[in-house]
């Protein structure tokens, strides 16, 4: 079974409408991420969690709001979605603990979400 | 977190070795710098990471020159299933590590 798994994978969806993409991860990391993909550019951070009681903003983070809800589960919503959020979602966790000289991200398939 | 310059294309033959160059020239001293590749759509694959010293591991080589301004990712033998997007980031590895964002990276095409 995967380490980090998001649902759905894929998601068509109008303006307007709230959604929800959920991860989940198994490695037992602390921190988790999400990031944005558009055609033919890298990744962009939106928003990361360092513990459960943790959530920061990100690069692009307007018009989404997150949820940890468990040191395994963090959800990325879109309140009322728009056409220019149509991309690739990324789910990523890492590790860290003091003197630890890698930090590593793994991440999950992604969701690729088209808002008509 | 530093920023990184990557060539957006890249060609290898099959079996000949893929050299990716990164230049990071504004790094500091405790910034690491990280390579990580993504084919077809799939999630970010983490390949190796290094501070100042030259590293290797089963996948590839990392060389650093001694300035840390710039950065060489190596692929020995490079095969069809290594063609994919690799992005160089540079980041420190403290409390705030991991919040990276990739750049465009480049994109490697390895040829029959």
């Known amino acids: 079974d995967a380490d980090v798994t998001q649902t759905p994978r894929n998601r068509i969806t109008k303006t307007g409408k709230r959604i929800m993409l959920e991860c989940s991860q198994t490695?037992?990391?602390?921190?988790m991420y999400w990031y944005r993909q558009d055609p033919g550019l890298g990744l962009r951070l939106i928003y990361y969690?360092?513990?459960?009681?943790?959530?920061n903003k990100g690069e692009i983070s307007d018009g989404y709001s997150v949820s940890r809800q468990a040191q395994a589960k963090f959800s990325l919503s879109l309140e009322s979605a728009i056409p220019n959020q149509t991309a690739l979602y990324f789910c990523?966790?890492?590790?860290?603990?003091?003197?630890?000289?890698?930090?590593?991200?793994?991440f999950g398939p992604g969701t690729r979400l088209t808002v008509l | 977190d530093a920023k990184t310059t990557q060539p957006p294309s890249m060609d290898c033959a099959e079996g000949r070795a893929a050299n990716l160059p990164c230049n990071h020239s504004?790094?500091?001293?405790?910034?690491?710098v990280y390579w990580y590749r993504q084919i077809h759509s799939q999630g970010p694959q983490y390949i190796i990471h290094?501070?100042?010293n030259n590293e290797t591991n089963e996948m590839a080589s990392l060389i650093i020159t001694e300035d840390r301004k710039s950065s060489t990712l190596i692929l020995p033998h490079a095969t069809l299933r290594d063609t994919a997007v690799y992005y160089c980031?540079?980041?420190?590895?403290?409390?705030?590590?991991?919040?990276?964002?990739f750049g465009d990276g480049t994109t490697l095409t390895v040829k029959p």
């Open positions: 990523a966790t890492s590790d860290w603990k003091p003197g630890q000289g890698n930090v590593e991200q793994f």
């Open positions: 490695k037992g990391h602390d921190r």
């Open positions: 969690s360092f513990d459960v009681k943790d959530i």
């Open positions: 504004t790094i500091s001293g405790n910034e690491y």
């Open positions: 290094g501070l100042k």
């Open positions: 980031i540079v980041r420190r590895n403290n409390t705030n590590a991991g919040k990276s964002t």
